[in-house]
């Protein structure tokens, strides 16, 4: 039987090929499935693919033909995008400078695919399970090897992400534009003559009319916000890179001394420049943050603090009444339990307040007046996530008379009404 009969007959629907042993790269129709695949220019040795079937052809978004010993297959799927990469791990016994090459190239690839995708590594990885006691419980002590290598030792848990049925995206406002007074001055022109020109067509402005209007002008005067990432892998980078790559192609069909030093020569160049980017783009970075603190930007100092800091984690101590630290969990209990004797320890009043002392006349409420309305609008605070409506606080707060107006009448209906509008009565749950 054939590869493609053995896949039908087990109703696979996506298989990782090694060692196809065909020469260059492209797509082969074999049967019921498609062949993508990627060998050498030079021999009838290693190669690596996939191979799918004719009903699955569809999903196929990106076929990416790296190497003859590394390939990489983007699947359209739901509820997020599949990327697989198919990997012939080097035998034990390869080249130590082979070795690390192929690990540095799938950590390269690795880490480039987007964070939105699932991303799978699978293939031949030429791990050998020896008789350890760790591996006992899955392959019992029948293993032909003594000892495992070092190829790959790894445990890895998959999650999936519940899909929501009801996604909605929430719109992201450039609101660092605002501090600009030229900016700030149109957004309120902007929102002023939408408001108005609404007014003059509905006769009565509703929260929804309001809604509209301050997302409309603040998608138009303020835009969306540019997200500017600045890698260390430059172009400096990938032409190392690539002087790297061409060596070791020379080396691997020429099999020379002199293309062997040559190669390890372009390796280590590499490596310098790799260094010297990203030792370069750290100190960059510094000084950003150093200015940003110096300036007085501390929402950029600290949001560039918590991107870039390791992980440190919080020692959490108990200590008793001598601020010494407690150890025995016995003792931790014992001082938690007279903390809160000695915090919740009051005495009971005497004379209890008489019971007709909250029978009183109920104190007349005035309607909502405009200055109210204004304090509470001046005592957002900022830079805090929007509501369900997707409106942040400085686009009312900076919106201008005419909208803090159409607010307070809002305020005054609902007031007189005594009906919240319907987008009002949401909230989102964290759980």
């Known amino acids: 039987m054939t590869l493609t009969e053995v896949l039908s007959q087990y109703t696979v629907l996506i298989a990782a090929l090694q060692e196809i042993r065909w020469t260059g790269e492209g797509q082969m129709k074999i049967n019921d499935y498609i062949v993508y695949y990627k060998g050498t220019d030079y021999g009838h040795h290693f190669g690596t693919g996939f191979a799918v079937h004719k009903n699955y052809e569809s999903c196929v978004r990106e076929f990416n033909p790296i190497s003859e010993r590394i390939c990489m297959i983007r699947l359209r799927t739901k509820p997020k995008e599949i990327c697989l990469i198919n990997i012939h791990v080097p035998t034990e016994n390869s080249d130590g400078v082979d070795k690390d090459e192929f690990y540095e190239e799938v950590t390269r690839i690795y880490d480039r695919v987007l964070e939105n995708v699932i991303k799978i590594v699978l293939g031949d990885a030429n791990a050998k399970i020896g008789k350890e006691l760790m591996f006992v419980p899955t392959i019992g002590l029948e293993s032909v090897h ?3 290598n070092d190829n790959v030792i790894c ?3 998959l999650k999936l992400q519940r899909a929501s049925r009801h996604f909605q995206k929430t719109l992201k406002f450039n609101i660092e534009e605002l501090k600009d007074e030229e900016k700030r001055q149109k957004y ?3 929102i002023t003559g939408k408001l108005n020109e609404r007014q003059e067509n509905e006769r009565k402005v509703n929260w929804s009319t309001i809604k509209k209007t301050i997302l409309e ?7 969306e916000p540019k997200k500017r990432e600045n890698k260390w892998f430059n172009s400096d980078c990938r032409k190392a890179v690539k002087k790297r790559s061409e060596a070791r192609q020379r080396y691997l069909q020429l099999k020379i001394l002199l293309s062997e030093e040559k190669y390890e020569e372009e390796r280590r160049a590499c490596k310098r420049v790799m260094q010297r980017e990203k030792r370069n783009y750290m100190n960059e970075l510094l000084r950003e943050t150093e200015q940003d603190r110096s300036q007085g930007k501390i929402r950029n100092f600290f949001v560039k603090i918590k991107k870039y ?3 440190n984690p919080n020692l959490k101590v108990v200590k ?3 601020y010494n630290i407690l150890i025995d969990p016995i003792e931790k209990v014992t001082r938690w339990k007279n903390y809160f004797e000695e915090l919740l320890k009051i005495e009971v009043p005497v004379r209890p307040m008489p019971a007709w002392i909250d029978h009183r006349t109920e104190q007349e409420v005035n309607d909502v007046s405009m200055q109210e309305v204004k304090t509470a609008i001046n005592n957002l605070k900022n830079w805090k996530a929007p509501g369900t409506d997707g409106i942040p606080a400085e686009l009312i707060k900076y919106g201008g008379e005419a909208l803090h107006q159409a607010i307070y009448e809002v305020c005054q209906k609902i007031w007189n009404e005594e ?3 319907e987008e009002r009565n949401k ?5």
């Open 419 to 421: 009906e919240l509008p």
């Open 188 to 190: 309120i022109t902007e």
């Open 427 to 431: 909230a989102i749950r964290l759980s």
């Open 320 to 322: 008793d009444i001598d």
């Open 309 to 311: 800091k390791q992980f």
């Open 217 to 223: 002008a603040a998608h138009s005067t303020l835009g």
């Open 155 to 157: 445990k890895f848990r």
């Open 146 to 148: 003594e000892e495992s």
